[in-house]
């Protein structure tokens, strides 16, 4: 077992003590049990040192989100009073909270959604963000977040490993939600989830991941529209997906809005292609640098309610849940997991998710008072 401590914590552990952690407590949701949950969930599981589920929860917020090792975590609990534990005790007890910590993420967010819950037309942001392990060079784990553009906060998580891909499927939706994407979600699988539950997609294209139609029903040449596009003027094509048999997915109507780029921001584009290319060892398509030069985006919304101009800004939108990931690993040690075990790691993760929640409304309500 890789016992790491993390040099990129930030939160400390009395976060997690006194009133500090009386506070942070009080800021679940209210009709939440943590002792029933723990027990039902196999986390507290014939208690002899630990008794209480809060105390448990104490213990791997410490551990996960304060940069401890399974031995300091030990030192801590002991030295606070929560108990007398070996590291070993530690790391049996946190293994066993995965499934724990992931009900209550859920009521976390649950509790949220009903407090987003709005009139009109939600904006939701996706995307997902990769974790590594201890001599990994690659992804390990997957963070897939959707985020409501509108109060700037988290509304949905879900951790998964390498091969749990990008996909709107994942996304629990209703009507009157437009879910916006980038290119890693543009597939018809995806799309016709948010139809099928009557909200609409925004998304990002590759020049060949998606095959379009006229209308009509005949092939859409994508590469010749994009160069009817203007210098400046964004300009939109009425299309829709070509049906897909498999999985008995059928057409659905789009438009499709393309922006040329200016010279030198396509310039950019195909360099960095070019780039990783040859540090693959591959070679680019000269259909895919040309795409380099524009903007296209597929989206369901109709020209009444968002027009191409509006199309565009709306997609440039999605820097706030960049700008998310980014918040969350620069307070939470979110971007690297120091365990190989994956019972640890799902706990060490979705304690930190509920940590990062937790971190969300507090800064919440804070600003909610007058300076």
């Known amino acids: 077992m890789n016992d790491v401590t993390p040099d990129n914590g930030v939160m400390n552990t009395e976060s997690f003590s006194g009133d500090d952690w009386k506070f942070l407590l009080s800021m679940l949701p209210a009709d939440l049990d943590l002792d029933k949950t723990a027990r039902e969930s196999g986390a507290l599981v014939l208690p002899r040192v630990i008794r209480k589920a809060e105390t448990l929860l104490q213990l791997i917020l410490a551990y996960s989100c304060c940069g401890l090792s399974l031995a300091e975590t030990s030192l801590w609990a002991a030295g606070l009073g929560l108990g007398s534990l070996s590291r070993v005790?530690?790391?049996?007890?946190?293994?066993?909270?995965?499934?724990?910590?992931?009900?209550?993420?859920?009521?976390?967010?649950?509790?949220?959604?009903?407090?987003?819950?709005?009139?009109?037309?939600?904006?939701?942001?996706?995307?997902?963000?990769?974790?590594?392990?201890?001599?990994?060079?690659?992804?390990?784990?997957?963070?897939?977040?959707?985020?409501?553009?509108?109060?700037?906060?988290?509304?949905?998580?879900?951790?998964?490993?390498?091969?749990?891909?990008?996909?709107?499927?994942?996304?629990?939706?209703?009507?009157?939600?437009?879910?916006?994407?980038?290119?890693?979600?543009?597939?018809?699988?995806?799309?016709?989830?948010?139809?099928?539950?009557?909200?609409?997609?925004?998304?990002?294209?590759?020049?060949?991941?998606?095959?379009?139609?006229?209308?009509?029903?005949?092939?859409?040449?994508?590469?010749?529209?994009?160069?009817?596009?203007?210098?400046?003027?964004?300009?939109?094509?009425?299309?829709?997906?070509?049906?897909?048999?498999?999985?008995?997915?059928?057409?659905?109507?789009?438009?499709?809005?393309?922006?040329?780029?200016?010279?030198?921001?396509?310039?950019?584009?195909?360099?960095?292609?070019?780039?990783?290319?040859?540090?693959?060892?591959?070679?680019?398509?000269?259909?895919?640098?040309?795409?380099?030069?524009?903007?296209?985006?597929?989206?369901?919304?109709?020209?009444?309610d968002l027009t191409a101009a509006q199309v565009l800004e709306t997609y440039r939108f999605r820097w706030q849940i960049e700008m998310a990931f980014k918040r969350f690993k620069e307070i939470l040690p979110l971007g690297r997991v120091p365990v190989k075990d994956p019972d640890l790691a799902r706990t060490y993760l979705c304690a930190n998710l509920l940590a990062a929640l937790l971190t969300e409304d507090l800064a919440r309500t804070f600003l909610a008072f007058p300076p």
């Not at 963070?143 to 700037?152: I, K, Q, W």
């Not at 997906?241 to 438009?255: D, L, Q, S, V, W």
Request: glycine share 10%; charged share 25%; with cysteine.
């Open 89 to 304: 005790a530690v790391m049996q007890r946190v293994r066993k909270s995965a499934t724990w910590l992931g009900l209550l993420l859920e009521s976390t967010l649950a509790a949220r959604a009903g407090r987003l819950a709005q009139g009109g037309a939600r904006l939701r942001l996706v995307d997902a963000t990769t974790v590594t392990i201890p001599g990994s060079q690659g992804t390990d784990w997957r963070v897939h977040v959707g985020f409501d553009l509108g109060a700037l906060s988290i509304d949905s998580l879900e951790v998964t490993g390498a091969q749990g891909g990008e996909t709107y499927s994942r996304f629990k939706v209703q009507g009157k939600e437009v879910l916006i994407g980038d290119r890693g979600y543009a597939h018809r699988r995806g799309l016709w989830s948010l139809v099928q539950a009557g909200a609409h997609f925004l998304v990002r294209l590759n020049w060949q991941n998606l095959p379009l139609q006229s209308r009509e029903g005949e092939t859409f040449d994508l590469l010749k529209a994009l160069r009817q596009a203007g210098e400046t003027e964004a300009i939109e094509f009425c299309v829709q997906t070509a049906p897909k048999k498999k999985g008995k997915i059928p057409a659905m109507p789009a438009r499709l809005v393309v922006l040329r780029k200016s010279p030198e921001a396509a310039e950019e584009g195909r360099r960095k292609l070019l780039k990783e290319a040859n540090k693959k060892g591959r070679k680019v398509n000269p259909h895919t640098l040309e795409a380099c030069a524009y903007i296209f985006v597929l989206t369901s919304v109709s020209a009444k």
